[in-house]
């Protein structure tokens, strides 16, 4: 059972908008940034929004983050084949001291 | 540009203790949290814990009385040992860095952990008598 709660799954045609939910509690997203990992199938994770709603350099702008008291989202517009993997939110807990993660949501490409 | 190359033993029996380490190219070794994260077959990620270039450590409180995270600053890498290994250490082990912010909380400026920006490319450990 993990920390942070993500919808096992989530699906799109190509140019859908697809949007994935994750909350927590606010010991961790209540006081703290969240953060989103992008896990292409074999590979290790990349990250793909910090601070709640930074994009690194070269993440398109197609992806964009948002979070709202201990609720956040990370929304995947003009969805692409290329966008099919595993999607992992984060952040610290001060009570526990330590990082804590979603159980990851699987977004399938239609 | 900054690399992680982490490299290890990939099958451990029951018992034993999972030993990995994790180098550091291309960058700084100090104002960064050096961290192992580990995700079993079909799971999610699984902090495990960080250490930073002074040697002070954090670890994951369900894995704490198991887990030791070392620092070699001379060679820029870090190590990760696990103890009495089950079939339920059974995971792709990743290291990774840690990056850390200063911001303001209340009246004083803090460190707060960032990003996970940089990771290695994984070791599966396979458990199994």
């Known amino acids: 059972q993990s920390v942070l709660t993500q919808p096992p799954s989530a699906s799109g045609t190509p140019g859908q908008r697809v949007t994935i939910s994750c909350s927590g509690s606010n010991s961790n997203m209540g006081n703290n940034y969240i953060y989103w990992y992008q896990q292409l199938p074999g590979t290790a994770p990349k990250l793909l929004m910090y601070r709640n709603n930074q994009r690194p350099s070269g993440v398109p702008a197609r992806f964009s983050g948002s979070k709202s008291g201990t609720s956040a989202s990370l929304a995947i517009s003009g969805l692409r084949s290329e966008d099919e993997a595993d999607y992992y939110c984060a952040a610290w807990d001060d009570n526990l001291s330590a990082w804590v993660f979603g159980g990851g949501t699987k977004v399938t490409v239609l | ?129």
């Open chain 2, 1 to 129: 540009q900054v690399q992680l190359q982490q490299w290890g033993a990939g099958l451990l029996k029951p018992s034993e203790t999972l030993s990995l380490s994790c180098a550091v190219s291309g960058g700084p070794f100090s104002g960064y949290y050096w961290t192992w994260i580990r995700q079993s077959p079909g799971k999610g990620l699984e902090w495990i814990g960080e250490i930073d270039h002074t040697g002070s450590t954090n670890y994951s409180p369900s894995l704490k009385s198991r887990v030791t995270i070392s620092v070699d600053t001379s060679n820029n890498h870090f190590s990760l040992k696990l103890t009495s290994v089950t079939a339920a250490d059974t995971a792709v082990y990743y290291c990774a860095r840690g990056d850390r912010i200063n911001v303001v909380r209340g009246v004083q400026y803090v460190y707060i952990h960032d990003a996970f920006d940089i990771w290695g490319q994984g070791t599966m450990v396979t458990v199994s008598s």
